[in-house]
């Protein structure tokens, strides 16, 4: 639906949500104290130093500086935009997200209007290839994939089409524009466009939500590389996405296990033979964003490769990818194939039963982690030992703490002869505690104050208000007490949450990790203080910048008189007889 999500509701569902229940049903979260811990998502760490708030509703992390509430950690985590982590959010509390209609769009509706309309041709685009399959034109992709063992109900629930071998088949029926920027249509030289897709079988790719969001094609002529994606689009990232996904999730309940594989047909014919539970990356390496979507979905990844030079280098990139997801719960195995098979044939040539027995038999990560290492040493020899030890334990340093790890290092020492394979740095990181921010400036004192505990605002003096609104105190404390003066039954996220597109947020976001503020049992008496010493700063700041002047040039009468009141009226100061 158009329109603008109101800000009231915006409002009303952060109060509402839980963040410490929506980041832990993707990150596994531990207890410290009043807070939550776990191992950044958003980049790789040894020691946890991601942090989530229960009471301001609020998550940073020490190591990288990301932070935010519930709505921003959606955003992150499942790469979704600012309307869809909303709709996200709304739909797990059951609540129908409103919408403002009216010309006032903001910025970031006109970004979702743009976004929509990309899905949209992209939608209209499937449409047309699957149509062109069951015509004439398509016969000879139709001869294609029953020579593949693909039926029409495997075709129609992934979607599969075809696109005619014209120049501009796709051109001529919707917007060459918008086709363009979806990664569908190529310009010209001189005026409009053409189809990228041409004599192809088409795979479109579809997110969870079951948008597609791009286009494999497989040809079927000699032209042209055997397989072509959508390039990058704004909707679409290879190194993000997988194939299959939405169809898998289609099929069934939660699966236990989902089998990564390298290409289209890979996935559909395991489909056909009754192996739902398969994806394909998009012509790319695993990645980290791959390895997190899909870990939420199971808790098992089995990486299916060729056992060639090329499948071990493969293997390689998804063991490093997902070293850092491998938490308590989370399993990674890796299925080799036999030589000059790939899973599309060896599926057909022996069946569904035999080749889930392999699947269920592949090897261990812990098992490929030291055989791939090992691969090419003689471990007799301490030249080799010691060159294990270097491969292996950069990549030890990047598994989570527990108890996985601590085996992963036992079982390094037994294989190096090594008491001890923990570098010093290791050993300093492990007991090292979550780095401590700067002591804050009173002016900070001030603002983290207010961000902590908003409904202190109450007891700002009116004086010191007014200043601050009219920037003596600098522009942070300016923005705050403005935004709290028009909102004073505001709490700490929906505050942050009004300061997302402001320059000041990072600053805000560093203050509010700053858990003392947290625990003050009387926040008003600490503001009124703090209140106090920061006029008294300001004051001190003025008298010196006033004895400095009347010291070059002199001072006008406002300004002697000014100066006298600062140094409190003293009658007796010779320097104040000086400039009378």
């Avoid at 060729?306 to 293997?315: Q, Y």
């Avoid at 992963?408 to 290791?426: F, H, N, P, Q």
């Avoid at 002016?443 to 908003?454: Q, S, T």
């Avoid at 709290?484 to 942050?496: A, C, D, F, R």
Wanted: aromatic share 8%; hydrophobic share 40%.
């Amino acid at each position: 639906m158009a329109g603008r999500i109101p800000q009231s509701f915006i409002d009303e569902l952060l109060a509402r949500a839980d963040i410490v229940e929506i980041i832990n049903a993707r990150v596994p979260l531990k207890k410290t104290g009043r807070n939550f811990v776990a191992r950044c998502p958003f980049h790789d760490e040894k020691t946890p130093s991601f942090s989530v708030s229960p009471n301001k509703q609020f998550y940073y992390c020490f190591g990288c500086g990301v932070s935010g509430s519930a709505i921003g950690f959606l955003m992150e985590y499942d790469h979704l935009t600012f309307p869809e982590a909303i709709e996200t959010l709304a739909a797990h509390y059951g609540l129908t997200v409103p919408r403002e209609n009216g010309a006032g769009r903001e910025k970031d509706e006109a970004e979702r209007q743009r976004l929509q309309a990309l899905y949209r041709v992209n939608q209209e685009a499937a449409v047309f290839y699957a149509h062109q399959l069951r015509e004439t034109v398509g016969r000879s992709a139709v001869e294609y994939l029953r020579r593949r063992g693909v039926d029409g109900k495997i075709a129609r629930r992934y979607g599969v089409g075809y696109a005619p071998p014209e120049w501009e088949a796709l051109c001529r029926r919707y917007d060459a524009q918008l086709l363009g920027e979806a990664g569908l249509a190529i310009a010209k030289e001189g005026r409009g466009h053409y189809d990228r897709f041409r004599d192809r079988i088409m795979f479109p790719i579809r997110n969870r939500r079951g948008q597609v969001l791009g286009f494999g094609g497989r040809t079927l002529g000699e032209q042209g590389p055997k397989y072509l994606n959508t390039p990058e689009t704004p909707v679409f990232h290879k190194g993000r996405e997988v194939y299959g996904l939405y169809e898998m999730l289609q099929s069934g309940g939660r699966p236990s296990r989902i089998l990564v594989v390298e290409g289209y047909m890979d996935v559909i014919a395991l489909a056909q033979q009754g192996i739902p539970y398969a994806v394909a990356t998009l012509g790319t390496a695993a990645t980290s964003d791959h390895v997190r979507l899909l870990f939420h979905h199971a808790g098992e990844l089995v990486f299916c490769f060729d056992g060639d030079a090329a499948g071990r280098k493969a293997a390689r990139r998804a063991l490093e990818a997902v070293l850092p997801q491998l938490q308590a719960g989370r399993k990674v195995t890796f299925l080799w194939l036999p030589e000059e098979e790939d899973p599309d044939s060896l599926v057909r040539k022996e069946g569904a039963r035999a080749f889930e027995e392999r699947v269920r038999q592949a090897e261990p990560l812990s098992s490929y982690f030291f055989r791939g290492l090992s691969e090419g040493l003689d471990l007799s020899q301490m030249e080799d030992r010691a060159a294990l030890l270097k491969q292996a334990r950069p990549l030890l340093q990047r598994l989570p703490e527990g108890a996985f790890r601590q085996m992963m290092r036992a079982r390094l020492k037994e294989l190096a002869g090594s008491r001890d394979v923990e570098t010093r740095t290791e050993r300093n990181e492990s007991i090292q505690r979550l780095p401590r921010l700067r002591q804050p400036r009173v002016e900070e004192r001030v603002a983290a104050l207010l961000v902590h505990h908003p409904r202190s605002f109450a007891c700002l003096p009116d004086g010191f208000r007014e200043a601050a609104k009219i920037g003596r105190h600098g522009e942070l404390l300016a923005q705050l007490v403005l935004t709290l003066e028009m909102t004073p039954e505001i709490n700490s996220t929906v505050l942050l949450e009004k300061f997302q597109a402001n320059p000041h947020l990072s600053h805000l976001q560093e203050l509010m990790s700053q858990e003392a503020f947290q625990s003050i049992e009387d926040p008003q008496r600490e503001l009124l203080d703090a209140v106090t010493a920061l006029n008294r700063k300001i004051d001190k700041l003025r008298l010196k910048a006033l004895l400095g002047k009347a010291e070059r040039e002199g001072l006008t009468q406002e300004e002697k008189a000014e100066l006298l009141t600062l140094m409190g009226g003293s009658q007796g100061s010779p320097l104040l007889v000086d400039i009378q």
